[in-house]
């Protein structure tokens, strides 16, 4: 069974913390290791990475994948009251069903 | 661009009702997909679509029937609805069911509640 494993489940930080959230996962023939922001509504992608060791970054935000050790960090330096939101990990399966597999998300606080 | 559009947002069913969750897209993507957010559980697959008329179950798939009779349509059942599916459902699409199309798109999130 594909397994996505995300840690930690809650973070509370202050403005201008630099945090780090981790995803390891199990899924039968992996392709892609996604990262979404999810606030109040529907997620919204972040990162795709399919390559290890390949750094993409977004502004104040950074994501790897080492697909030696199966898992993926994303980075956030200088925190913002606005990066308060449920960080999800998903891995994509190209095992002939295509599936998605979810971890049950990272949810950052930051306190001013 | 309309992108993903699921319908009702909110809904109160009785236990035993039957509804549907509408969802469409104007994208032409291939693959649709539903999931079910429930606190603490992460984003759950319940039945997926690689293309008009094929359908398979995820990893919830219990309670809920799907078609896809078109490619802009996947609509989810709920036969008999349970207070166990209270949730917040997601109906999601991708171009492709290749490796290099996997940004997903989602609806906006329909929240049920049954009773």
């Known amino acids: 069974e594909d397994k996505v494993v995300q840690s930690p489940l809650s973070l509370v930080v202050h403005e201008g913390d630099t945090v780090t959230l981790n995803c390891s996962y199990e899924?039968?023939?992996?392709?892609?290791l996604l990262w979404y922001k999810q606030e109040k509504k529907a997620p919204t992608f972040l990162f795709m990475l399919t390559s290890s060791g390949i750094e993409k970054k977004s502004g104040r935000l950074s994501s790897i994948l080492d697909k030696k050790e199966l898992s993926s960090i994303l980075n956030i330096t200088a925190t913002q009251t606005g990066d308060s939101a449920i960080y999800l990990c998903a891995a994509f399966s190209g095992a002939g069903s295509y599936q998605l597999t979810f971890g049950k998300g990272t949810k950052l606080s930051v306190i001013p | 661009n309309a992108g993903v559009t699921q319908t009702p947002k909110f809904q109160v069913l009785k236990t035993g009702q039957s509804m549907t969750l509408q969802c469409a897209q104007d994208?032409?993507?291939?693959?649709m997909s539903w999931y079910r957010q429930d606190p603490g559980m992460g984003l759950r697959l319940i039945h997926y679509s690689v293309g008009a008329g094929i359908t398979d179950q995820g990893e919830v798939p219990n309670g809920y029937n799907v078609s896809r009779s078109t490619t802009e349509d996947f609509p989810l059942r709920l036969l008999s609805a349970a207070p166990s599916q209270t949730s917040v459902y997601f109906c999601?699409?991708?171009?492709?069911?290749?490796?290099?199309?996997?940004?997903?798109?989602f609806g906006e999130g329909s929240w049920l509640t049954v009773v």
């Open positions: 999601a699409s991708k171009i492709g069911t290749g490796a290099r199309e996997n940004t997903i798109y």
């Open positions: 899924v039968t023939n992996f392709r892609s």
């Open positions: 994208m032409n993507h291939e693959y």
